[in-house]
């Protein structure tokens, strides 16, 4: 019993939740934890504080979650209505099949637009070879050439990709799905461009300062300017599709 006279609540933290998916799931962040709880997909207990404590069960259903829209492109709704029937006892837990439909989801959006700055700081480094980043974005090798062409994709030195580079991959070739090329999408790297580098003129100046911090609180900086770009843009952009169809 706690002191207040209330059950302790044996469970684990949202971090260390993220740190049990972030092997499989590198992609995968507090936000996103948070969105799909919201969601109604998993329903974590709560410390007398309001802290949130997930039971293992809670780590499976968000494991499930995970790989149906990363494996299937399913849309919550659908995964939504197969974990409801697998908790009404129908056998559901098996490799769900994709919908017969174009528009799928990638990722969850959040109905608040705004990241977190976590969001933007570096986790662990995941590498993946050229053939690795065909297979998983399911596109071919002339696709590729082009997403690096128009500079949407970017090999490191050493001609590895990042776990980002599969979800632009993924995102771009769901895109073509609609009539949308690569070629089209090079004002969205034009203007990420312009974006990064005004918050590096901002960032500099505390990167150079001698002290031994500087780096932490650059890096800091840096991710919440980061986030508070994406919401301007996010928020400027769902403004004018608002105008284009006469919301």
């Excluded at 895109?175 to 090329?181: C, R």
């Excluded at 969205?188 to 580098?197: H, Q």
Aim: aromatic content about 4%.
């Amino acid at each position: 019993m706690t002191a207040a006279g209330r059950p302790q609540r044996d469970g684990l933290s949202i971090g260390a939740v993220l740190a049990q998916l972030r092997a499989d799931f590198p992609d995968v962040t507090i936000s996103k934890i948070r969105f799909l709880e919201s969601e109604g997909l998993v329903q974590p207990g709560r410390t007398p504080s309001g802290y949130r404590l997930f039971a293992p069960s809670d780590v499976e259903r968000l494991r499930f979650v995970l790989s149906a829209q990363r494996d299937h492109y399913l849309p919550l709704k659908v995964i939504k209505e197969q974990l409801d029937a697998a908790d009404r006892g129908a056998e559901h837990r098996s490799a769900p099949e994709r919908p017969p439909r174009k528009l799928v989801s990638l990722t969850a959006p959040s109905p608040d637009p705004t990241p977190a700055p976590a969001d933007f700081a570096p986790g662990r480094e995941i590498r993946v070879t050229r053939e690795e980043l065909l297979a998983k974005a399911e596109i071919d090798a002339t696709t590729l050439g082009e997403l690096q062409q128009y500079g949407l994709i970017r090999p490191g030195t050493a001609g590895f990709y990042d776990a980002d580079a599969v979800v632009v991959a993924r995102t771009v070739k769901a895109m073509t799905d609609y009539g949308i090329e690569p070629r089209h999408l090079r004002a969205f790297r034009a203007s990420a461009d312009r974006e990064v580098g005004l918050l590096e003129q901002i960032v500099t100046p505390v990167l150079r300062q001698r002290d031994a911090d500087a780096r932490a609180r650059a890096g800091e900086l840096a991710c919440e300017l980061a986030a508070l770009s994406v919401t301007l843009h996010t928020l400027l952009v769902k403004a004018g599709i608002k105008g284009v169809i006469g919301g």
